[in-house]
């Protein structure tokens, strides 16, 4: 089997093998209707049932207020987009999620709607209801970027299909392969543990890179872990990611690694749309087939500018090849305390809300509001 870099097909969560599957978390895979996914690119504004279990419970509007959106006086649209109404779609998100346990991270083929988690009470993407699903959903371009690029897909895949119908001879040609359809995925809850997530860059089918997966801060203690962390990475890429995936070469894989052992997060392209996080993509010791890259010359590579630690722990059992790590793998860490980029709660929430000028401006009304009355 002819080995080559990963592709969006390839990392999509329905397309995972079963063995990938095993060493994940619990995951339920829901074909997404075509006007659901319709409904998630269309660009329009996030509109809500009143009915909607994904907000708490709106009291009746007070005849003293204005009806208006804004203190400029405009209006609200006179007739809003809906979603769509899908009573069997959403009883079947709601028992996915009670086998579940509960609650879930939903997930398109690629991204999970972490962008959209601000506007849930609390902040988060943990959702308990099918109306808590659609809400992260339609709110999240990371959800829409998903559908465009599965249309995508599609679209490439139906010209091949073509060009290999008019192919002609004497055989018939081969049926074509299925379709990609959009996925929702359903994963199982669990708390939230930056400090043990990590992105591993395989090359060559080989370990090549690690560093945390959180890089908005520094966690006690990381640092003076790594040596013992990078052999546990190191064995799960050759016992259980390179026997699974045996026709891919150059990848990204994130990890979380535990008590209990090494999980499976997500899988991504090596390149291109993925985040190289504390490395860049035009770093020496990420090229492909450049044996012992990554040494003193990477060091200075990201150290001072990124405020990251690097590392040449060795890995107990071999230097490359069979998905092990090189003689001297780096390990990047944020070594510095404090944040070097927005915490994961302000990621994909509106600059004046962040800024503060949303909850001003709200204060001001309040005090108004109480002033009057």
Do not use: N
Not at 70 to 76: F, L, T, W
Not at 102 to 111: I, M, Q, R, V
Not at 198 to 217: E, H, W
């Amino acid at each position: 089997m002819r080995r080559r870099p990963a592709t969006l097909a390839d990392c999509a969560l329905r397309a995972w093998p079963p063995a990938l599957r095993s060493a994940s978390y619990d995951t339920i895979l829901l074909p997404l209707p075509a006007d659901v996914a319709a409904w998630l690119a269309d660009g329009g504004r996030v509109f809500l049932p009143d009915a909607t279990a994904a907000l708490p419970a709106r009291g009746a509007r007070s005849d003293r207020g204005s009806d208006s959106w804004s203190d400029e006086g405009g209006s609200a649209p006179s007739e809003a987009p809906a979603p769509p109404s899908l009573p069997a779609f959403a009883a079947a998100v709601d028992a996915a999620l009670a086998a579940l346990g509960g609650a879930a991270l939903p997930k398109l083929d690629w991204s999970a709607p972490l962008d959209a988690g601000w506007l849930r009470p609390g902040g988060g993407a943990r959702c308990a209801c099918a109306d808590e699903v659609l809400l992260l959903l339609k709110a999240s371009d990371r959800a829409a970027h998903d559908v465009d690029a599965l249309r995508e897909l599609v679209q490439a895949h139906e010209a091949g299909g073509a060009r290999e119908g008019g192919a002609g001879g004497d055989s018939p040609p081969p049926p074509p392969a299925p379709a990609p359809t959009p996925t929702l995925a359903l994963r199982a809850w669990r708390p939230p543990r930056p400090g043990s997530e990590f992105r591993a860059f395989i090359v060559d089918g080989a370990l090549v890179a690690v560093c945390q997966r959180d890089v908005t801060q520094s966690f006690a203690g990381l640092k003076g872990r790594r040596r013992a962390l990078l052999p546990r990475v190191s064995a799960f890429v050759r016992a259980v990611l390179d026997p699974a995936l045996p026709h891919l070469t150059d990848y990204v894989a994130d990890v979380a690694v535990g008590s209990a052992g090494v999980r499976l997060v997500d899988v991504a392209p090596f390149g291109g749309a993925t985040s190289a996080l504390l490395f860049d993509w035009g770093d020496a010791l990420l090229a492909a087939g450049a044996p012992g890259a990554g040494g003193e010359d990477a060091s200075a590579a990201g150290s001072d500018a990124s405020d990251a630690e690097l590392t040449a722990g060795e890995a107990s059992g071999g230097e490359g090849g069979g998905g092990g790590p090189r003689a001297r793998t780096p390990f990047r860490v944020v070594g510095a305390a404090g944040r070097i980029a927005p915490g994961r709660s302000l990621y994909g929430a509106p600059h004046d809300m962040v800024s503060g000028e949303v909850v001003d401006a709200l204060v001001d009304r309040l005090r108004a509001a109480r002033a009057e009355g």
